[in-house]
């Protein structure tokens, strides 16, 4: 599946895909999703789990930051 199809079709979330295309510069072209998740994380927890050498890429299909923007996180912690 072409990578643009990806992102339409699985709005806003982390995907763990085998490559299936390159093109110039070994930019993804095509994959095969194999994780379609919400959790970065557990997108993550699968890839350690794959064969070595296999032949995979994560991304997300969700709007990035504009470059500039910062976040604040407030965190409360009782001990």
Excluded: C
């Excluded at 979330?13 to 994780?35: D, M, R, S």
């Excluded at 296999?54 to 709007?63: I, K």
């Amino acid at each position: 599946m072409e990578i643009s199809k990806i992102k339409k079709k699985y709005k806003n979330k982390w995907i763990l895909a085998e490559v299936l295309k390159v093109g110039k510069l070994q930019k993804v072209l095509e994959a095969k999703p194999l994780i379609i998740s919400d959790d970065r994380d557990r997108v993550y927890r699968q890839l350690s789990k794959l064969k070595k050498g296999s032949h995979v890429t994560t991304f997300y299909t969700g709007e990035v930051p504009p470059k500039g923007m910062s976040f604040t996180f407030n965190v409360n912690i009782k001990i």
